[in-house]
């Protein structure tokens, strides 16, 4: 059993267990890429999630995000069996409880800065007004209060980045999903946005980082390292509070 | 997502790629266009038959004489037989026999050269009694018409036609007064008629010469003198037309006393006539209207066609919105609405062309095109819903789309 993040009155944000996803690829073949894991992130943690390529970093990402249903296990959301809802419960839970960072970004290129951010609370049903309000505190607070009108062409990476960031935190999820957040950044814009990270983190949310890269992981509260689709003891990382099964 | 803000975002989409939109909405242009116009047409056509046959008179019933058969068994067609004489006029204007008749007008005719000084001018003669201008709808541009007086007396009177007052004399107002000779007996020109246009069947029916019934049975001789060619009868209204034709084919039977098989005179309405036009102009615009939505289905799968790229191309985009939060039906709403939005287009711009063409084709074809802005209308809704029809498939593929597979395409 893997339990991160403060202890005593947080509340339970997501709740993994014994989690498994097998795909089946083109060719026949069958992948295990999650082999019984098990997870619990409570309220206000910072965990980082490590391990190279084909651990299943990035299918844990998406059964966390309510991407992707996992084969057998249960995942719980914010309380909910997120394998009980259909499509429209899923919808709504990425709406509300997720916010996602993904490395590219993801920006719809047409739409300014304060109508990307506005997006996810279009989908939420927010009035105009209401949504416009929010999207431009929601830029204000990733420093971005002067950009709101401009499209992501006409932005930096680490500005696109923080927009995206904004973009998550607009609908006050409950957790804060980044993919690996700084993999299209320069160093300096990469200090940008994790320093973004530690104020969030220290206003209380929760965020879940999936990265490969050692210094991001480094800037996390707790670190897990995921191989072969199970989290084992991490090489080499000081103070990591994961633990194995 | 409110369907304000997927309008917004549809809107946007479309207008991204202008010449793509437009490019798409040829198709929907061209069907629209096609068929406002063919409406157009067809109506024109319609109201110009109509326009003819009413010029003709409404309400109005024509009994022409039988068949005659010659000695040699050949025989003529309608009209060819002397069987319609004035006393048929005569029993017709009796109101208990026929009440729902307003008005009989018999008519001789024949064609005869008309001479003015050293000018000569050969129209046709039409030989009748003063009701002529009520039942054949008709008034005078100048002078008066000749009265029952000068019928009973064969007065030597007559009533030129616009066209042929303008032939015979300089103008139309200085014929009155003036005397023409036909056949060496001359006429005094007493008025002109209004001008009418072409009938329905292509005679110009401003080319004639009017004058009492017993004068022109005397110049044009031959046969009977009460013998008459066609017989005109006005019903008292467009709803007394059947009643009027049920009592003037009962009292010519009775009064030739034959059956309806051995009937010796043909009686026709306008209604006929109307209702034959009519349906022919219908079936043409049928026709061509069916060609026209033939190729509304075809810009409909070009719409269709190009909304399928579409959502190959935004793939990334499907994903993201989904992993924001948007539902299945938010991303098929979208798209559906962008479709409609192509259609819309394509159906303002293609009435933009077919109000365009109906200026330019009557020019060009010299056929009249009237456009009708309840066709004009139901066409933009046509187009709409073509539109929406064809983005339902690709919306739903849309739909469908996993989020993590759209994301992952670079």
Same mark, same amino acid.
């Given at each position: $059993?893997?339990?991160?993040?403060?202890?005593?009155?947080?509340?339970?944000?997501?709740? !993994?267990?014994?989690?498994?996803?097998?795909?089946?690829?083109?060719?026949?073949?069958?992948?295990?890429?999650?082999?019984?894991?098990?997870?619990?992130?409570?309220?206000?943690?910072?965990?980082?999630?490590?391990?190279?390529? %084909?651990?299943?970093?990035?299918? !844990?990402?998406?059964?966390?995000?309510?991407?992707?249903?996992?084969?057998?296990?249960?995942?719980?959301?914010?309380? /909910?069996?997120?394998?009980? $809802?259909?499509?429209?419960?899923?919808?709504?839970?990425?709406?509300r409880l997720i916010g996602f960072v993904f490395q590219q970004f993801h920006l719809l290129p047409g739409l300014s800065a304060v109508r990307n951010v506005e997006l996810p609370l279009a989908y939420a049903g927010v009035g105009r007004a209401d949504r416009r309000a929010r999207a431009v505190a929601a830029l204000e607070r990733v420093g971005l209060g002067d950009r709101t009108d401009h499209r992501p062409g006409e932005l930096s990476g680490g500005q696109q980045q923080r927009v995206a960031v904004a973009r998550a935190?607009?609908?006050?999820?409950?957790?804060?999903?980044?993919?690996?957040?700084? &993999?299209?950044?320069?160093?300096?814009?990469?200090?940008?946005?994790?320093?973004?990270?530690?104020?969030?983190?220290?206003?209380?949310?929760?965020?879940?980082?999936?990265?490969?890269?050692?210094?991001?992981?480094?800037?996390?509260?707790?670190?897990?390292?995921?191989?072969?689709? *199970?989290?084992?003891?991490?090489?080499?990382?000081?103070?990591?509070? @994961?633990?194995?099964? | 997502?409110?369907?304000?803000?997927?309008?917004?975002?549809?809107?946007?989409?479309?207008?991204?790629?202008?010449?793509?939109? !437009?490019?798409?909405?040829?198709?929907?242009?061209? @069907?629209?266009?096609?068929?406002?116009?063919?409406?157009?047409? &067809?109506? &024109?056509?319609?109201?110009?038959?109509?326009?003819?046959?009413?010029?003709?008179?409404?309400?109005?019933?024509?009994?022409?004489?039988?068949?005659?058969?010659?000695?040699?068994?050949?025989?003529?067609?309608?009209?060819?037989?002397?069987?319609?004489?004035?006393?048929?006029?005569?029993?017709?204007?009796?109101?208990?026999?026929?009440?729902?008749?307003?008005?009989?007008?018999?008519?001789?005719?024949?064609?005869?050269?008309?001479?003015?000084?050293?000018?000569?001018?050969?129209?046709?003669?039409?030989?009748?009694?003063?009701?002529?201008?009520?039942?054949?709808?008709?008034?005078?541009?100048?002078?008066?018409?000749?009265?029952?007086?000068?019928?009973?007396?064969?007065?030597?009177?007559?009533?030129?036609?616009?066209?042929?007052?303008?032939?015979?004399?300089?103008?139309?107002?200085?014929?009155?007064?003036?005397?023409?000779?036909?056949?060496?007996?001359?006429?005094?020109?007493?008025?002109?008629?209004?001008?009418?246009?072409?009938?329905?069947?292509?005679?110009?029916?401003?080319?004639?010469?009017?004058?009492?019934?017993?004068?022109?049975?005397?110049?044009?001789?031959?046969?009977?003198?009460?013998?008459?060619?066609?017989?005109?009868?006005?019903?008292?209204?467009?709803?007394?037309?059947?009643?009027?034709?049920?009592?003037?084919?009962?009292?010519?039977?009775?009064?030739? &006393?034959?059956?309806?098989?051995?009937?010796?005179?043909?009686?026709?309405?306008?209604?006929?006539?109307?209702?034959?036009?009519?349906?022919?102009?219908?079936?043409?615009?049928?026709?061509?209207?069916?060609?026209?939505?033939?190729?509304?289905?075809?810009?409909?799968? @070009?719409?269709?066609?190009?909304?399928?790229?579409? /959502?190959?191309?935004?793939?990334?985009?499907?994903?993201?919105?989904?992993?924001?939060?948007?539902?299945?039906?938010?991303?098929?709403?979208?798209?559906?609405?962008?479709?409609?939005?192509?259609?819309?287009?394509?159906?303002?711009?293609?009435?933009?062309?077919?109000?365009?063409?109906?200026?330019?084709?009557? *020019?060009?074809?010299?056929?009249?095109?009237?456009?009708?802005?309840?066709?004009?209308?139901?066409?933009?809704?046509?187009?709409?819903?073509?539109?929406?029809?064809? %983005?339902?498939?690709?919306?739903?593929?849309?739909?469908?789309?996993?989020?993590?597979?759209?994301?992952?395409?670079?």
């Amino acid at each position: $059993m893997t339990a991160v993040g403060p202890e005593g009155t947080g509340r339970t944000v997501l709740d !993994l267990r014994d989690a498994v996803k097998t795909y089946t690829t083109g060719s026949g073949l069958t992948v295990r890429a999650l082999v019984g894991v098990d997870l619990t992130v409570r309220e206000g943690a910072y965990l980082a999630i490590t391990g190279p390529s %084909g651990s299943g970093k990035s299918t !844990l990402m998406h059964v966390l995000g309510c991407l992707d249903a996992l084969t057998t296990g249960s995942y719980r959301l914010d309380g /909910v069996e997120v394998g009980a $809802m259909d499509e429209y419960g899923l919808a709504a839970a990425r709406n509300r409880l997720i916010g996602f960072v993904f490395q590219q970004f993801h920006l719809l290129p047409g739409l300014s800065a304060v109508r990307n951010v506005e997006l996810p609370l279009a989908y939420a049903g927010v009035g105009r007004a209401d949504r416009r309000a929010r999207a431009v505190a929601a830029l204000e607070r990733v420093g971005l209060g002067d950009r709101t009108d401009h499209r992501p062409g006409e932005l930096s990476g680490g500005q696109q980045q923080r927009v995206a960031v904004a973009r998550a935190l607009v609908t006050e999820p409950a957790l804060l999903l980044a993919d690996e957040p700084t &993999g299209n950044l320069d160093s300096a814009s990469t200090e940008d946005v994790l320093d973004l990270f530690d104020e969030l983190h220290a206003a209380g949310r929760t965020i879940v980082v999936i990265t490969h890269e050692q210094d991001v992981a480094a800037r996390a509260q707790d670190r897990l390292h995921l191989r072969d689709g *199970r989290f084992t003891p991490p090489p080499v990382i000081a103070g990591a509070t @994961g633990v194995a099964r | 997502m409110n369907l304000l803000d997927t309008a917004h975002s549809a809107v946007e989409a479309v207008a991204g790629h202008r010449l793509r939109s !437009l490019l798409t909405t040829l198709g929907i242009l061209i @069907g629209i266009a096609a068929v406002t116009l063919t409406v157009g047409l &067809g109506q &024109g056509a319609q109201e110009r038959v109509s326009e003819q046959i009413s010029a003709l008179g409404s309400n109005l019933l024509i009994v022409l004489p039988g068949s005659s058969t010659s000695t040699t068994g050949v025989r003529g067609g309608a009209g060819s037989a002397s069987t319609l004489t004035t006393r048929d006029a005569a029993a017709l204007t009796d109101r208990t026999d026929a009440p729902d008749v307003a008005a009989v007008a018999p008519v001789t005719s024949g064609s005869a050269t008309l001479v003015a000084g050293t000018t000569n001018w050969r129209t046709t003669l039409a030989g009748t009694t003063p009701s002529w201008t009520a039942v054949r709808d008709r008034t005078l541009v100048t002078g008066r018409f000749f009265t029952q007086a000068e019928v009973d007396a064969a007065a030597p009177v007559v009533v030129l036609g616009p066209l042929t007052a303008q032939d015979l004399f300089p103008s139309a107002a200085s014929a009155v007064g003036r005397t023409v000779q036909v056949d060496g007996t001359p006429l005094t020109v007493v008025g002109v008629l209004a001008p009418e246009g072409t009938s329905a069947s292509g005679t110009s029916q401003d080319d004639t010469a009017v004058l009492p019934q017993t004068t022109a049975a005397a110049l044009l001789g031959g046969g009977a003198r009460t013998r008459i060619s066609t017989l005109y009868v006005e019903a008292t209204g467009p709803a007394a037309l059947s009643a009027a034709y049920q009592e003037v084919d009962r009292t010519l039977l009775t009064l030739h &006393g034959v059956t309806p098989a051995t009937a010796d005179f043909t009686l026709t309405s306008q209604q006929a006539l109307v209702s034959t036009a009519t349906a022919t102009a219908h079936t043409l615009t049928v026709l061509l209207g069916g060609v026209a939505g033939l190729s509304l289905l075809v810009g409909g799968i @070009g719409v269709m066609n190009i909304m399928l790229v579409s /959502v190959t191309e935004r793939v990334r985009e499907i994903g993201l919105r989904k992993a924001i939060g948007a539902s299945p039906s938010a991303i098929r709403r979208q798209f559906v609405l962008e479709a409609g939005l192509l259609g819309v287009g394509g159906g303002v711009l293609g009435v933009a062309l077919g109000v365009t063409g109906a200026e330019l084709l009557p *020019r060009v074809i010299g056929q009249p095109v009237d456009l009708s802005a309840t066709a004009t209308v139901a066409a933009v809704g046509v187009s709409l819903v073509v539109g929406l029809v064809a %983005g339902v498939y690709p919306a739903h593929r849309a739909a469908r789309l996993a989020p993590i597979d759209a994301l992952r395409s670079q």
